[in-house]
């Protein structure tokens, strides 16, 4: 895993975008589907801080992230934005299957601890309990991430949102 390098996915062309796609959409029971490739294209256009890992020139991972000043509509990052004035929200964050439990998770989220702690802004996402990810939240917790509250929408589905202080 010594040739992981990351790119920004703003720039990224359409066929690794439709990579990106096919990657979330392996995850869409957790992270919601994106429906067209199109959607991803204009989440990525309103982000700002997104991300994906090659290893060897293959795509083995991606992040999608907002600060506070974002446009984007979502409930989750509505939440955090009604707590903090300045904050880092991790939107999605996709991993290949073949790679893993490999660290390409704890290589994304130390990239974002060193861009949070040098602005000591909190670093915000939420994790499924209804389904429930418990990769995820084992994950967030090893991370350092605490437990700040839970919302359940429906009887289908529940997230727990964390928050790490930088």
């Not at 904050?87 to 390409?104: A, C, H, M, Q, T």
């Not at 040098?118 to 309990?129: Q, S």
């Amino acid at each position: 895993m010594n040739d992981i390098q990351i790119h920004d996915l703003k720039k990224a062309d359409k066929g690794i975008l439709k990579e990106i796609f096919k990657i979330n959409e392996g995850y869409n029971r957790f992270l919601g589907p994106l429906e067209s490739l199109n959607n991803l294209i204009e989440l990525i256009k309103r982000s700002n801080y997104s991300i994906f890992l090659t290893n060897k020139e293959q795509i083995c991972a991606f992040l999608v992230s907002f600060r506070e000043n974002s446009s984007y509509q979502s409930k989750n990052y509505e939440f955090f934005k009604n707590r903090f004035e300045r904050f880092f929200y991790i939107d999605r964050i996709g991993v290949v299957e073949s790679f893993k439990n490999k660290g390409l998770g704890t290589f994304i989220y130390n990239k974002i601890d060193a861009i949070c702690i040098k602005d000591k802004l909190p670093i915000c996402a939420e994790v499924n309990i209804v389904p429930i990810n418990e990769e995820s939240i084992k994950f967030h917790e090893k991370m350092g991430f605490k437990k700040v509250s839970e919302a359940y929408s429906n009887s289908n589905y529940g997230v727990r949102y964390y928050e790490k202080c930088m």
